[in-house]
């Protein structure tokens, strides 16, 4: 066999190409087709459906279940049970828990042709979740209705009529698609308004069957009334004539109406602030509210035991000491007239000795050449301290004849040969100019 395949190896190389391209030209079709590959791919989660009538559902030919119009599986089988036709929908992975109890299902068809989908519906999230294999009744469902099934209710004239009525449509309709089709646009607000309200009423309709019936309860029990109700109308009478004969005094009440609304709506409108700025207040106290209960048990043996003192002792001496109190206000209130002038005097005594000795503001730095920790502005009394002692080091220094101070002169290198030395040759020794005038760093060394 291996020299066979040698001898004609382009030959079998050519046919592994072959079923290679046919292999995968067979997977393509088949993976369009909606073949599934266990070992591939995973196991679809199955739900069933019993349908009263499912024409035209052909499992394996593309026909899919769809929630709001998006694909969520495909028909996988259709079977007879009791009469009834039974659809196996595979849903894909991860639409495990998409459908409740009280999901329903309406056959569609995509086309013309009898193209048919399943829409689905998944329920309220409230219901439960209904588990793999198990099937929702005929009940949740809706089998697509058939143009025929419509003409078998009608008679042979009605079906004639139609006829007629279908072909003048179709005449008078050919050339004008466009404005037929402005037309239907005109009732899109009108049916999306009609379905608002279907959906609302289709949500309320438990509630619709108890208000009917709570009404037919009622119309039977005033039935049964008739005197009553006979005695309720005079007596509405004349609660009515009392009304028309009070006419001015209910219009003036009615004229109030609109400046005592005006001003309870600006009412309101302030209580909703305070009650916004109330709601954190109140939280914020809500700790010391349950500490109360707490804080009254501790308090009350101080109490008790304060209640003689207060009333033996306290109650007592105010008494006694009323008389005299009220001897002392009229001078406490002299006083308290003479109180704003006194106030004013002890303020001027007072800045007159932060003047001398007070710095109000603090220390603040200054520019000049004290030392880092005196460069501050003080009171008066602070720069005499350093009067004296600056005048003191000023007249420290003397000799046998008397004090004499310190003197600092400035002058430069040419200066000194040219003026002072030129002119009095003397000094040079006196005031030991030499080493300064032969320092390199101080005059260069220039010898005058």
Known sequence: MKTAIRKHLGDFVAIIALVAIAAGVGGYIL??????????????????????????????????????????GSIGKVELEDGRA???????????????????????????????????????????????HQMLPVENTAPDIDPDEV??????????????????????????????????????????DVAAVT?????????????????????????DKDGELARLVAASERVFSAFASEEQNVSATVAKLPSALRQT?????????????????????????????ETNAEVLPFVREAAPILEDRIRPFVRRARPYLDDLRPAAENLADAAPELTESF?????????????????????????????RDEGYLFWLGWTGQITNSLFSVSD???SFRRANFLASCSTLQQTVVGEAPELEALFNLSDIFDDPDLCGGTVP
């Open 31 to 72: 993976s369009n087709q909606r073949l599934r590959f266990p070992i591939i791919e995973e196991e679809p989660f199955q739900l069933r459906a019993a349908f009263k009538d499912a024409q035209a559902v052909i499992p394996g030919q593309g026909q899919t279940v769809r929630v709001a119009g998006v694909k969520v």
């Open 265 to 293: 709506e600006s009412t309101l409108v302030k209580v909703e602030d305070l009650g916004r700025e109330l709601g954190p207040a109140l939280d914020s106290l809500r700790p010391a509210f349950r500490q109360l209960d």
């Open 347 to 375: 303020r001027g005594l007072n800045r007159f000795f932060n003047i001398g000795a007070h710095n109000p503001n603090g220390a603040e730095p200054v520019s000049g050449d004290l030392p880092a920790d005196l460069d």
């Open 199 to 223: 959906e609302a009423i289709a949500e309320r309709r438990e509630q619709l069957a108890r208000l009917v019936h709570n009404y037919s309860e009622l119309t039977n029990e005033l039935a």
């Open 86 to 132: 039974i659809i196996t929908m595979d849903l894909d992975p991860g639409n495990e828990e998409l459908v409740h109890s009280d999901a329903t299902l309406l056959l569609r068809p995509r086309t013309g042709l009898k193209d048919m989908f399943l829409e689905l519906d998944p329920g309220s999230k409230g219901a439960p979740v209904l588990e793999e």
């Open 400 to 402: 046998a004849f008397s």
């Open 151 to 192: 003409l078998a209710a009608l008679d042979r004239d009605t079906r004639d009529y139609l006829k007629l009525l279908i072909s003048g449509a179709g005449k008078g309709l050919d050339g004008r698609a466009e404005d037929l089709r402005e037309t239907l646009k005109r009732f899109e607000p009108l049916h999306r």
